[in-house]
């Protein structure tokens, strides 16, 4: 079984830049999340979708931050314009949900480690 | 509001050595629980996962042990290996809107 598939490995730009993360889930797993994990601190949930709508966003600086996810299967995660605090590990996972809640948990992608200067 | 917190948050021991990472969390409505591992550089793997109807999980060197009264869950690693050298998080899904909370991790370093 295929992982969870995340581009670029590594991404260097300048603040007030825009950049975008790819990631494409198992195949089969409806709900797709992006988390944003910054250095010496748990990740942090920014977008969850199930197929390509929308569930929790609550936590996604929405001024700057967008994704999609249009077909239900692959997603983007775009930044723009960028800030300094952006920094960080940008991991993409998804699961099989169930029927209250993710069965057999999550899988992760490698992540895009992201520096902004 | 959920909180997950994970001590200690660094932890060297020498090869061999039986060891015990520790997970809390406030709330115990928790529908489950699942520990991970995290190399430098790298993203999470999945170690164990723990149903809120389950007490333990045990794979190989590792036992993960749940008990949603007091708001804990424990990882015991037999026979630490240089190996298992990596940071340790736990992540809990809390039945209400199933969001899921990261500790901030353990960071485990098994000398040789």
């Known amino acids: 079984e295929a992982g969870v598939a995340q581009s670029p490995r590594y991404k260097i730009i300048e603040k007030r830049q825009s950049v975008a993360f790819w990631c494409n889930p198992i195949?089969?797993?409806?709900?797709l999340y992006w988390y944003q994990q910054i250095l010496g601190q748990g990740p942090k949930l920014l977008i969850q979708?199930?197929?390509?709508?929308?569930?929790?966003d609550s936590q996604l600086p929405k001024d700057r931050f967008s994704a999609e996810r249009l077909k239900g299967v692959d997603s983007t995660l775009k930044i723009q314009p960028a800030k300094l605090e952006d920094s960080a590990v940008y991991l993409c996972a998804s699961s099989a949900p169930g029927r209250y809640g993710p069965t057999y948990g999550y899988t992760f992608g490698s992540g895009t480690r992201l520096t902004v200067v | 509001k959920q909180e997950v917190t994970q001590i200690p948050a660094a932890l060297s021991v020498p090869e061999g050595e039986n060891l015990v990472l520790n997970c809390s969390f406030t709330d115990s409505a928790i529908y489950n629980l699942q520990w991970f591992r995290q190399d430098p550089g790298k993203g999470l793997t999945s170690l164990l996962l723990?149903?809120?109807?389950?007490r333990e999980q045990t794979s190989g060197r590792l036992n993960a042990s749940l008990d949603k009264s007091s708001g804990r869950s424990t990882l015991y690693i037999a026979a630490s290996q240089p190996g298992d050298s990596a940071t340790y998080l736990c992540?809990?899904?809390?039945?209400?809107?199933?969001?899921?909370?990261f500790g901030a991790g353990t960071r485990l370093f098994v000398k040789a």
């Open positions: 723990i149903q809120s109807s389950q």
């Open positions: 979708f199930q197929n390509n709508g929308v569930v929790d």
């Open positions: 992540a809990v899904v809390n039945t209400g809107g199933f969001k899921t909370i």
């Open positions: 195949s089969g797993h409806a709900t």
